[in-house]
């Protein structure tokens, strides 16, 4: 009687793969798992700024409605953006306030997680800006260029993805 091996008698594709086969699929797929992460990587600093510049023109809409509903004034920079989401506690209290004027506190933030800076008055431009609203971009310092730039309300430039 002759021994023969199970292997052998099995056809091929039910064999399973050979230690080539596996290092050739194991190499694709760690190559695609780098690509997804490099386009996943690369997108969201884009989507980073988009979702700031999204949240700096709400709260900007927000400022709007606030000074409509009290005769024109807007938040001091003292009383800063938190006057968007409830009543401020430091003088001049407004006459009118009809808040919140944004969903949640997320919204007077970057989508790094920092606080847009506010300032009221607006810097020395003519006429006279009635506020500033700026946040630092990615490296959240001042200045910088492409994802690192600064968004600044008032230089429509930099409002572009």
């Not at 969201?44 to 510049?53: A, E, G, H, P, W």
Request: hydrophobic letters at 40%.
């Amino acid at each position: 009687m002759r021994s023969t091996s199970i292997t052998k008698l099995m056809p091929r594709r039910q064999r399973g793969f050979t230690a080539w086969e596996t290092v050739v699929i194991i190499a694709l797929l760690v190559a695609l798992a780098f690509l997804v992460m490099k386009l996943l990587v690369s997108g969201s600093v884009t989507d980073q700024r988009k979702l700031t510049i999204s949240r700096l023109e709400m709260v900007g809409e927000a400022l709007i409605k606030y000074g409509i509903d009290n005769g024109g004034q807007l938040p001091t920079t003292e009383q800063g953006l938190v006057a968007l989401l409830e009543p401020p506690e430091i003088e001049p209290k407004p006459h009118n306030w009809c808040g919140p004027y944004l969903p949640d506190a997320r919204t007077i933030e970057d989508a790094w997680g920092r606080r847009f800076h506010y300032v009221r008055p607006g810097g020395s431009a003519n006429p006279p800006r009635p506020y500033d609203l700026w946040s630092l971009g990615a490296d959240g310092a001042e200045g910088g260029q492409g994802p690192d730039a600064d968004i600044l309300s008032w230089d429509r430039t930099t409002l572009l993805p």
